[in-house]
């Protein structure tokens, strides 16, 4: 084959140069041989045409590259991509250049050539040292594609298995919350069992309950079958005690006896079973701190079976759902029997609510009827009490015969009597009521004890019983108090003295007790300011008692005296009665005694307070009986323009034994009045202050104040500015015109009394 | 006429008198004031009351005729009669006088025209009316009678 070498090639340039210059059979002769047959052009079609398509290839690469790449949009090293574009067009220039060479060129062409050809030669040096560089960058870029790829794939292996596990928990979420939607035993697992059965897509699903006894395993829920019969199984199985031995679900063989529930076909692969224990917890498990511990531990078994051809295998996330199951269906069951403990004692509650309710309004209805009782007692039974006692009283004062008289003095003695009863029992139960209260006022102590004493005095005076009263030196006369009650209390403790003793004297002595004055350990007094404590001893030389007997002297009812001495009559309540009230006094009663027969000593404290005026405030009672015109002789002087209506005072005044002068003007009235005069009368009914100047005249003719006459105004109009102006000239009084024979007897005194009246208006 | 029959009489037109309003009950007051030592009393006051109120009418009547009626005359006479019939019981008098008095302090002289005359009637009948009762009296009296104590027990 002809090979076409340099120097053919050099010929052939020659040979195409030559053909301008130099004539063609005057080429060099090379050693190559050359065909007969035109080779060359063979050989030339053949390179011309692969050089063609070299030029297209090489101009194609790099348009496609651009396109690609335009298309990528991603691709870091487009400097390099434009170095070796221009390689490559560089080249496909060569190529294409290269075809015109085939045949006889010109200078140009050549210098074309050869030009392209340096070019290109410079470019792909110049890719060359580049592509050291990139190169290796590239192959590093694809050693991580490679990486992140692995990766990607260990991502989504990951992914899968958190699915798969967000999806377990999706199903315990759902499990839980069927289960615990409810607290009801029996629906809790009943519903576990379907829930389970469903998410897992289980064959049969069975839960064994340990029986009371504690020893064996009774099948009570499973969710195919519908009526599980009374299967039992002993509890000391060594599976079973495997199961019970961990928290975690065991796989267990599906020919054990808690598996096997239904009659075995026989022909087909049984599907895998698990079990798993569930704590049966109990209330009294449960400590502040830390879980129940194990040891007095009661489990249920729960055992699932995956179905019998599916050649199905328990997997890790379906075992781990199983376990959190479990617990929680251990949680929702002690629940539900907390829930059944607390409604039972809700329901306790109630009950016992109810009840006392009931007996609350049981025992207000017979507060109430007692109350209307009293109330009734009280009205009904003192009106014809108080009938009987005065018409007897009445009937003693007239003429019987020595018989009826005895008659009717026991019949006063037994209704007095019965009176008195029945208001200790009012008082009593009043008292105990609470609802009694203290009435208080002023009243004077010492009159109080010398009156209690001549109550007494009678009948002490008929057994010979000499009574004395010391009153301290500082016991205060007046103070403030329940007159009434405190004089039952001194009544009931020195009638009681008086009534029990059958010689001997009796000593009552008041004073006012300090702190170191001899008190029952528990009671202290202390004086405070406005009060004081008054201390009542009363001694007496009789029959004494017994010191066991004391405390129960003040309870109701009760009689520590023989028969023989209780003749003197009391219900027994008069000291509790005294107690009540010396207690709502805010004190305490006491009695000692040295033994039977020995006397006795009753002593009370009370609280009383001081009363702030030394002498009475005001007249407690204003004396009813106005004094009958004792103005004998009172020389009055009456001023009034108005004849008539000085006729008719002086007619007043005269009628109440005054003397009377009357005057008819100012001036005669001033020329007139005297230091005589007790009282001046003026009429000032007329408008103007001129009849007031005469107040002030008269304040000025007397300088002394005790020979001035009183002034009093007269007048037909009671309003303030009247008063205010009347007091203003120095009026000592202001009457309203007309005035009547009863306000004028009244206002006369009053004035001559205080020298000042402003209230008859 | 039985003395009896006269007490009662006298007795019936007294009430008679306080149930019309003529009189009120100072009127009682002033028969209190009426005892052996002042046998007259009430006959005294109201005779000194019956010349007072003529003389003050009269006053009155001659101040509202003038052209140029001064109140300030008036009203001192009304204010007069006000206090003289109050001080009696003449207890409708008095109440006129109060109108009158109201209308002295507008200047209305047209009412005050026709409050005189109110007054003026009021007082004539209350003269009529105790004018009667005191010929009772004196003919009670002079049967040998006792005059009854009156009882407001109505």
Known sequence: MKHNHPLAKEGRERERESRGKIPIHMMEVCNCIEPQWPADELLMKYQYISDFFIAVAYFSIPLELIYFVKKSAVFPYRWVLVQFGAFIVLCGATHLINLWTFTTHSRTVALVMTTAKVLTAVVSCATALMLVHIIPDLLSVKTRELFLKNKAAELDREMGLIRTQEETGRHVRMLTHEIRSTLDRHTILKTTLVELGRTLALEECALWMPTRTGLELQLSYTLRQQHPVNYTVPIQLPVINQVFGTSRAVKISPNSPVARLRPVSGKYLLGEVVAVRVPLLHLSNFQINDWPELSTKRYALMVLMLPSDSARQWHVHELELVEVVADQVAVALSHAAILEESMRARDLLMEQNVALDLARREAETAIRARNDFLAVMNHEMRTPMHAIIALSSLLQETELTPEQRLMVETVLKSSSLLATLMNDVLDLSRLEDGSLQLELGTFNLHTLFREVLNLIKPIAVVKKLPITLNLAPDLPEF?????????QIILNIVGNAVKFSKQGSISVTALVTKSDNRAPPDFF????????YLRVKVKDLGAGINPQDIPKLFTKF???????????GG???????????VNLMEGNIWIESDGVGKGCTAIFDVKLGISNESKQSGIPKVPVNPQPGNFAGLKVLVMDENGVSRMVTKGLLVHLGCEVTTVSSNEECLR??????????????????????????IHEKFTKRHQRPLLVALTGNTDKSTKEKCMSFGLDGVLLKPVSLDNMRNVLSDLLEHRVLYEAM | ????????????????????????????????????????FVSQVVTLFFQDSDRILNDLSLSLDQQVVDFKKVDPHVHQLKGSSSSIGAQRVKNACVVFRNFCEQQNV?????CLQQVKQEYYLVKNRLETLFKLEQQIVASGGMIPAMELGF
């Open chain 1, 479 to 487: 103070v403030v108090g329940d007159e009434k009650r405190l004089m």
């Open chain 1, 525 to 532: 007094v202390v004086p405070t300011g406005s009060h004081f």
């Open chain 2, 110 to 114: 047209e009412a005050c025209h026709r």
């Open chain 2, 1 to 40: 006429m039985d003395l009896v029959q006269m007490q009662k009489s006298l007795q019936d037109y007294t009430k008679s008198l306080f149930l019309e309003g003529v009189l009120d009950s100072q009127f009682l007051q002033l028969q209190q004031l009426q005892d052996e030592s002042n046998p007259d």
């Open chain 1, 672 to 697: 007139v009045v005297s230091h005589e005069h007790k009282v001046v009368f003026m009429d000032v009914c007329m408008p103007g202050v001129e009849n007031y100047q005469i107040a002030l005249r």
């Open chain 1, 558 to 568: 009760a009689q520590t005296q023989s028969l023989a001495t209780r003749s003197s």
């Open chain 1, 571 to 581: 219900s027994g309540l008069g000291l509790a009665i005294s107690k009540r009230f």
